[in-house]
Antibody, heavy 120, light 109 residues
């Protein structure tokens, strides 16, 4: 059974870079059928798509975050990562990683999420 | 940018009742690319419906999706106690590639 697990610091200072990793277990990140994505949810609010990556390294970003976001993949470790630079309090959120069906474009497997707070 | 609007914001119903949730898009969305998710407090979203009307693996048949163009509906035929949650619709298409609606909360009356 495929599982995704986010990891990384729960507290980041303003202006610094938020870095998270998603580890995929029970399946290969190199599947041609899926992208791998990041989605976030500020406390008490809705869901915002951040971006996706394909195992080949092709990336797709939300234009509203594109200037600050980098998503990368490490197929040898079955992991993909999120870097979000120049963070502010507005980036405080639960960050989820998810598997994205490449053809039908839905997110069918999600990590449990990790809360990241931006504060000095 | 395609904006998704969900109504009502909150739906108060009793177990056993029928729930009808609406998702309206600011522009036409391909039915192939409209999904619904359920989220319970403290949990990640769970995929319910994809392609507007196809149930995801393991989803009970009391959940059904319908619609096309700009108007989509999620129906829960008879609410079970475990169904009370927040429901989001999601579309894939124009930039940004993925957008979510603001959610409908279904709570116990």
């Amino acid at each position: 059974q495929l599982q995704l697990q986010e990891s990384g610091p729960g507290l980041v200072k303003p202006s610094e870079t938020l870095s998270l990793t998603c580890t995929v277990s029970g399946g290969s990140i190199s599947s041609s059928s899926y992208y791998w994505g990041w989605i976030r949810q500020p406390p008490g609010k809705g869901l915002e798509w951040i971006g996706n990556i394909y195992y080949s390294g092709s990336t797709y970003y939300n234009p509203s975050l594109k200037s600050r976001v980098t998503i990368s993949v490490d197929t040898s470790k079955n992991q993909f990562s999120l870097n979000l630079s120049s963070v502010t309090a507005a980036d405080t959120a639960v960050y989820y990683c998810a598997r994205v069906h490449r053809i039908a474009q839905f997110m069918d497997v999600w990590g449990q999420g990790t809360m990241v707070t931006v504060s000095s | 940018e395609i904006v998704l609007t969900q109504s009502p914001g909150t739906l108060s119903l009793s177990p056993g009742e029928r729930a009808t949730l609406s998702c309206r898009a600011s522009q036409s969305v391909s039915s192939s690319y409209l999904a619904w998710y359920q989220q319970k407090p403290g949990q990640a979203p769970r995929l319910l419906i994809y392609g507007a009307s196809s149930r995801a693996t393991g989803i009970p048949d009391r959940f059904s999706g319908s619609g096309s163009g700009t108007d989509f509906t999620l129906t829960i035929s008879r609410l079970e106690p475990e169904d009370f949650a927040v429901f989001y619709c999601q579309q894939y298409g124009s930039s940004p590639l993925f957008t979510f609606g603001p959610g409908t909360k279904v709570d116990i009356k």
